[in-house]
């Protein structure tokens, strides 16, 4: 008996006409014509080197030896496409977890494209709390977390820089502490650096400014865009408007920024997302560096 991968292409083919007792009936079913049903059974035997089909005036019967291979071939068949199922469910569905500010970053045009070629759904969950799930729920996760990680598929995406930021007419004024005493100071509740912690890596006793603290940063955004203060952010969370010139840096002399090294990159290597990983990296770079 020959081994040859045609086996596998006929065996559909075979299967229907098992079942249909026709190849006429079988061929209606699997949209061919007579004779391609018939080639293929034909090919099907040759290479397993016995005879299937009994063909008579009521029908087709199978012989002795059909009725054995047939048995196989409806299990093999049967696991075959249980197997395709199981493909297309795992590619079908994306689903990313991100902080808000990196969603549009992650899901650019050009990554939103290639993606959508191959995949049916594409399920993003932005929240601004910290991560706290299980990463393997997820096929792709961009999170913070002070700790470094070994988990494979984890990715660090380089250190995060803080520092005050505000309108471009606002920051061209704050040059000194002293400036920085007139401001409200704006606080993400749920960012990894503040102010506070702006004021003890440069050694300086945290002032009583006025504060208004937010829980989400893109209150924190749109107050600063409307004036109401001055916020600390990581640069590059922020690198999108500051590269369109609505926000700027304040240059505080002599006060060094926050550094954190805490931002990373998940793609589940369980899944089919994973042969992305490259693309998905580079193009999520791209965007936090500006």
């Not at 090919?43 to 008579?56: A, D």
């Not at 606002?170 to 920085?180: S, Y």
Request: with cysteine; proline share 4%.
């Amino acid at each position: 008996m020959k081994s040859d991968p045609i086996v596998l292409s006929c065996l559909p083919a075979f299967v229907a006409v098992v079942d249909a007792k026709s190849f006429t009936e079988a061929a209606n079913q699997l949209h061919l014509t007579v004779s391609a049903v018939s080639q293929a059974i034909k090919k099907l035997e040759v290479r397993l080197g016995i005879k299937l089909f009994l063909r008579e005036p009521a029908g087709v019967s199978l012989t002795p030896q059909g009725e054995i291979f047939a048995d196989y071939a409806k299990k093999s068949l049967r696991v075959l496409n249980q197997g395709i199922t199981k493909l297309k469910e795992q590619g079908s569905k994306i689903r990313i977890y991100t902080p808000p500010g990196i969603s549009s970053l992650l899901l650019n045009q050009r990554l939103l494209e290639e993606l959508s070629y191959h995949f049916d759904t594409i399920e993003m969950v932005s929240e601004e709390r910290p991560f706290d799930g299980e990463l393997s729920d997820w096929d792709i996760v961009v999170y913070f977390h002070s700790l470094a990680h070994t988990v494979p598929g984890n990715h660090y995406l380089g250190d995060d820089i803080y520092y005050p930021f505000a309108l471009p007419d606002i920051a061209e004024r704050i040059k000194t502490l002293d400036d920085l005493s007139h401001c409200t100071l704006l606080y993400n509740q749920h960012g990894l650096a503040h102010w506070d912690e702006f004021f003890k890596v440069n050694k300086v006793t945290i002032p009583d400014h006025r504060k208004i603290y937010y829980s989400r940063a893109s209150q924190l955004f749109t107050a600063v865009e409307s004036g109401k203060g001055i916020a600390f952010e990581s640069s590059r969370i922020i690198s999108s408007k500051l590269s369109q010139g609505s926000i700027k840096l304040c240059q505080l002399d002599g006060l060094v920024p926050v550094i954190k090294k805490s931002m990373w990159l998940y793609i589940n290597p369980e899944t089919a997302i994973y042969q992305f990983k490259k693309e998905i990296k580079e193009e999520l770079m791209a965007g936090l560096m500006g």
